[in-house]
C-alpha cells in the first residue's frame, strides 16, 4: 500500500460525457502528478502540481484539467471524452526531499463506450 | 533528458538474480538513474536510484558504470513476484520529477 489513495476504482461512460477522478496524496506530500496509460502510448505524464499551484504539464490534451485543493487532494477532469482516452490514469505523490521518488496509486480505469 | 535503451524483455529463473541492463549513453553529469518497476496494472513502483555510485537497498542494488553510460539494476534472489516491467528513467537534479516512461523491459520470474 503505496498510501496514495483514488477513486473511483472503475469508471465507464459514453463518448461526449465529463468524468472526474480524485487523489489523494500520501500524508505530508506536497507534490501530485497524473499520469496517463493507455496500450498504444504507454505511461504518459500529464501534469504536476505542488502545494496547489501548477508546476509542470505534459502530455495534457485542452479536454483535461486538473486541480489541486488546499488539504491536497487533486481531481483530474476529463470532458467530451472520446474512445481513444480509454486508459489507466495514476496519480503519484511526493515529498519535496525527493520529487522524483514517487508513490503511486492504485488507478482509475476508464472505459469509453 | 537521456535517451534510454533496454531490452524489451528477459526471462530469469526463481531464486535466482537478475540482472537488468540499461544503456543511457547521453545521460549528462547532473541526471542520476531512477529505476520503477510495473507489476501488471498496477501503479508504478519506485525501486532505486544513483548518480555514479553504486547503491543498495532492501529491493535492489544499482550498478553504474564508471562512465555512466550503463547501469544494471540486479535483484539478488528473483521470486514470482518480481515479474514485472521494469522501467530505467534518467532524471535531472532538481527536475520537478515528471517521470519519462520508455517501454522498458518485461521480467518474467520462471518456477
Known amino acids: 500500500d503505496s498510501g496514495v489513495t483514488q477513486t473511483p476504482k472503475h469508471l465507464i461512460t459514453a463518448t461526449g460525457q465529463r468524468v472526474t477522478l480524485r487523489c489523494s496524496p500520501r500524508s505530508g506530500d506536497l507534490s501530485v502528478y497524473w499520469y496517463q496509460q493507455s496500450l498504444d502510448q504507454g505511461l504518459q505524464f500529464l501534469i504536476q502540481?505542488?502545494?496547489?499551484?501548477?508546476?509542470a504539464k505534459g502530455n495534457i490534451l485542452e479536454r483535461f484539467s486538473a486541480q489541486q485543493f488546499p488539504d491536497l487532494h487533486s481531481e483530474l477532469n476529463l470532458s467530451s471524452l472520446e474512445l481513444g482516452d480509454s486508459a489507466l490514469y495514476f496519480c503519484?505523490?511526493?515529498?519535496?526531499?525527493?520529487?522524483?521518488?514517487?508513490?503511486f496509486g492504485p488507478g482509475t480505469r476508464l472505459t469509453v463506450l | 533528458d537521456a535517451k534510454t535503451t533496454q531490452p524489451t524483455s528477459m526471462d530469469c529463473a526463481e531464486g535466482r538474480a537478475a540482472n537488468l541492463p540499461c544503456n543511457h549513453s547521453t545521460i549528462s553529469g547532473n541526471e542520476y538513474v531512477y529505476w520503477y518497476r510495473q507489476i501488471h496494472s498496477q501503479g508504478p513502483q519506485y525501486i532505486i536510484h544513483?548518480?555514479?555510485n553504486n547503491e543498495t537497498n532492501e529491493m535492489a542494488s544499482l550498478i553504474i558504470t564508471e562512465d555512466r553510460k550503463s547501469s544494471t539494476l540486479i535483484l539478488p534472489h528473483a521470486t514470482l513476484r518480481d515479474t514485472a516491467v521494469y522501467y530505467c528513467i534518467p532524471l535531472s537534479r532538481g527536475s520537478q520529477g515528471n517521470l519519462i516512461f520508455g517501454k522498458g523491459t518485461k521480467l518474467s520470474v520462471k518456477p
Open positions: 544513483g548518480l555514479k
Open positions: 503519484a505523490s511526493s515529498s519535496p526531499r525527493n520529487p522524483a521518488e514517487q508513490f
Open positions: 502540481y505542488y502545494n496547489g499551484e501548477e508546476r
